[in-house]
T-cell receptor
Framework: NAGVTQTPKFRILKIGQSMTLQCTQD?????MYWYRQDPGMGLKLIYY???????DKGEVPNGYNVSRSTTEDFPLRLELAAPSQTSVYFC????????????FGQGTRLTVV | KQEVTQIPAALSVPEGENLVLNCSFT??????LQWFRQDPGKGLTSLLL?????REQTSGRLNASLDKSSGRSTLYIAASQPGDSATYLC?????????????FGAGTRLAVHP
């Protein structure tokens, strides 16, 4: 059982470039999330989805976009990379809201230079 | 606004010690509390999930307790080993602005030396 899988694991982007961080889960979870983790800080929610076709902004959505065409996949798009987007990105999923357990992918370490 | 704090920020101990990691939260109206482990350069691994109706959960050498009224959770690690070295994060879910998210503490970085 693979759980939550993220690709790529590492990436270096130049300012202004774009890229898509891939996330897929095989647990048939309804909820999926994208977080970013900066050094010494907790994780902050970028976008979330409660099911296929439904997405919404989290705490720090600026500069990012998402889509959820299937239950399994939740890609995160960076259109014009900026140095402030240098971070570690985590995708997570859970079956539902509130009292259910969240499972995280291994993370994507992104550097924008 | 829910805030999660973890103390200490870092801890270095010799192998074999019993450890207590602390997590506090400001709003006691939580559904559950989850403890994660994060190895350097890696993702988060779920260790224990305590529902709001529970007082504690155990998994092997790990025991997590929850006291909602005081806004605290502790993660107890028995007979620590070098393989326990990692950052330990606690998180609580909140509903805010129509969405559900996890609020994380900044973590406790644990080093267990032989």
């Amino acid at each position: 059982n693979a759980g939550v899988t993220q690709t790529p694991k590492f990436r270096i982007l130049k300012i202004g470039q774009s890229m898509t961080l891939q996330c897929t889960q095989d647990m048939n979870h309804n909820y999926m999330y994208w977080y970013r983790q900066d050094p010494g800080m907790g994780l902050k929610l970028i976008y979330y989805s409660v099911g296929a076709g439904i997405t919404d902004k989290g705490e720090v959505p600026n500069g990012y976009n998402v889509s959820r065409s299937t239950t399994e996949d939740f890609p995160l798009r960076l259109e014009l990379a900026a140095p402030s987007q240098t971070s570690v990105y985590f995708c997570a999923s859970s079956y539902g809201t509130g009292s259910t357990e969240a499972f995280f992918g291994q993370g994507t370490r992104l550097t924008v230079v | 606004k829910q805030e999660v704090t973890q103390i200490p920020a870092a801890l270095s101990v010799p192998e074999g010690e019993n450890l207590v990691l602390n997590c506090s939260f400001t709003d006691s109206a939580i559904y559950n509390l989850q403890w994660f482990r994060q190895d350097p350069g890696k993702g988060l691994t779920s260790l224990l999930l305590i529902q709001s109706s529970q007082r504690e959960q155990t998994s092997g050498r790990l025991n997590a307790s929850l006291d909602k009224s005081s806004g605290r959770s502790t993660l107890y690690i028995a007979a620590s080993q070098p393989g326990d070295s990692a950052t330990y994060l606690c998180a609580v879910p909140v509903f805010s602005g129509g969405y559900n998210k996890l609020i994380f503490g900044a973590g406790t970085r644990l080093a267990v030396h032989p």
